[in-house]
């Protein structure tokens, strides 16, 4: 079974600093895409950023070049983002996904984690 679990969200100032894990587990990887988006309340949920797994090819959403990072330990099967210099704006649920497509697309996401909460405070 396909398990992918996100975790290391929390409550930050703006300017701080959060790193989340989207550890995943029940097949390989190496042929997909997978990327984190995020859902703030009453919104759609939104592309932040995502990588390919076999070559690291990387790609982000306008709004966090610069502040975010996303990377993978193939080894340890697990994806991160560095959320650095946080926004409020930056607020909302996170999820990771996993697709073989490189391109997102409106059904994109053959798996998703259950989320993890990102609280930016003004």
């Known amino acids: 079974q396909v398990q992918l679990v996100e975790s290391g969200g929390g409550l930050v100032q703006a300017g701080g600093s959060l790193r989340l894990s989207c550890a995943a587990s029940?097949?390989?990887?190496?042929?997909?895409?997978m990327g984190w988006f995020r859902q703030a309340p009453g919104k759609e949920r939104e592309f932040v950023a995502s990588?390919?797994?076999?070559?690291?090819?990387?790609d982000y959403a306008d709004s966090v070049k610069g502040r975010f990072t996303i990377s993978r330990d193939v080894a340890k099967n697990t994806m991160y983002l560095q959320m650095n210099n946080l926004k409020p704006e930056d607020t909302a649920v996170y999820y990771c996904?996993?697709?073989?497509?490189?391109?997102?697309?409106?059904?994109?996401?053959?798996?998703w984690g259950q989320g993890t909460q990102v609280t930016v405070s003004s």
């Open positions: 996904g996993a697709d073989r497509s490189w391109l997102v697309h409106a059904s994109w996401g053959d798996y």
């Open positions: 029940g097949r390989t990887f190496s042929s997909y895409t």
């Open positions: 990588i390919k797994w076999n070559i690291g090819r990387t």
